[in-house]
């Protein structure tokens, strides 16, 4: 959502309304990319020094549909998201989650961050980056929003 205008969209594509959920929209575990870096992380440490192969998942173990989070967004961002419903992708399911028992026990880990958190960083990260890459006078266009929560991050 937050890339819209840089891939030269000017509506976000909703594939689908008319799945078994809330809403109608797919439902997906949206994860913070802070909390699936630190996911990453402690899964090297637990495998580092094993032979054994291990396959787990990395998510909130929470399913938000696509309309939630595009509503959570603009909520969040004090932005309007411009959205068409298109007709389903071929293959998708309506709903997909992590199950996150064996990640939690076996790492130790779990999420800190959550779908209002994604929505904020996510704006802040892309409009902190036009300003970097479109120079000082970009930056007048757009009031950047500060984040204080940026301590969590270590």
Request: net charge neutral; hydrophobic share 35%; glycine share 6%.
């Given at each position: ?14 594939f689908?309304d ?22 990453h992380?402690a899964?090297?440490?637990a ?20 309309l939630?989070?595009v ?7 004090k932005v309007?998201?411009p959205?068409?419903i298109?007709?389903?992708r071929?293959?998708d399911?309506a709903e ?9 026990d ?7 961050y959550?779908?209002e ?10 409009r902190?980056l ?5 120079g ?7 009031e ?10 270590s």
């Open positions: 959502m937050h890339k819209l205008p840089q891939a030269g969209w000017k509506k976000l594509k909703i689908g008319d799945y078994p959920t809330l809403d109608g929209t797919g439902v997906r575990d949206y994860i913070h990319v802070v909390d699936l870096a630190k996911g992380i899964a090297l440490k495998v580092l020094f094993q032979e054994d192969i291990i396959t787990l998942n990395l998510g909130t173990g929470n399913g938000t549909s696509v939630e989070l509503k959570e967004f603009e909520k969040v961002n309007k998201i959205y068409i298109t007709e389903r071929e293959g399911i997909c989650w992590t199950s996150i028992d064996f990640a939690k076996y790492l130790q880990w779990k999420t800190l959550d779908i958190d994604m929505c904020r960083d996510s704006w802040n990260w892309q902190q036009d300003i970097i890459l479109l000082e006078s970009h930056s007048k266009q757009i950047v929003q500060s984040v204080d929560h940026r301590t969590r991050f």
